[in-house]
């Protein structure tokens, strides 16, 4: 019976703002039920970091499209250790650095990329079948089927203190880049940061990652998924 239910078909939809702990509980929770993972984040910092080596212009958007369509982007799926690479050169390092970080909600923006990597991120959530996948838009618009949809969020302050102690910087520059990517995540026109109608919300900022994960376990028991 366990076999059965572990190899049947279960996607999750992990939405949330910069923080909030959607990785964390994104990979454990993939592990915990035997399903594949996806970080769709990594898929745009790695576009990214393609228009920065490029050294087009990012407002230009056409320019910005191209250069996405002819990177050759491969994620790996897997939650214990994936990787992420581009044009066969891993940047698994290099699109977490502070000048991806600020470039990225500007190359995400653009539709163009935005449909590219959605059609992308479809295509993976298909072969996998049992998927966590996390990121921005996942429940309102890449997987709106998906058969749970969690929306994580956390007081800017926790959100802050996380980012800080996972980048080793400094709290109050922290907390104005999430705020600013915030702001512009979620005013974009194209797919922006939302809670999907149907989401179920968490506020994370007093819980522990396994309390966390055990919620969403729960939820997937009650749906026969997990």
């Keep these: 019976m366990e076999e059965n239910v572990r190899t ?19 990979r454990r929770l993939a592990g915990g039920i035997g399903a594949r993972y996806l970080d ?14 490029s050294g087009v212009d990012l ?9 996405a369509a002819e990177a050759d982007l491969r994620i790996g799926t897997d939650p214990q250790g994936y990787g992420v690479t581009v044009d066969d050169i891993s940047v698994d390092r290099e699109i977490r650095g502070p000048e991806v970080t600020g470039a990225v909600s500007a190359v995400a923006a653009v539709p163009a990329v935005r449909a590219l990597l959605v059609a992308r991120q479809r295509e993976l959530i298909d072969q996998a079948g049992r998927m966590v996948v996390e990121g921005r838009d996942i429940g309102s618009v890449v997987t709106p089927d998906a058969d749970l949809k969690v929306y994580l969020t956390a007081s800017a302050e926790a959100r802050a203190q996380r980012r800080s102690a996972e980048d080793a ?21 194209a797919d922006p940061l939302q809670q999907a109608a149907d989401a179920v919300v968490l506020d994370t900022t007093e819980l522990g990652i396994d309390e966390v994960v055990d919620r969403l376990r729960s939820l997937l028991t009650e749906r026969g998924v997990a």
Excluded at 13 to 22: I, M, N, Q, R
Excluded at 40 to 53: E, S
């Design 40 to 53: 769709t984040g990594a898929m745009y910092r790695a576009v990214t970091w393609a228009v920065l080596r």
């Design 59 to 67: 407002t230009d958007a056409e320019s910005v499209a191209k250069v």
């Design 169 to 189: 910087t400094d709290v109050a520059a922290t907390a104005a880049d999430l705020a600013r990517r915030d702001r512009l995540d979620s005013t974009r026109k």
């Design 8 to 26: 049947g078909r279960c996607v999750v939809a992990v939405d949330g703002p910069s923080g909030s702990g959607k990785s964390t509980v994104s």
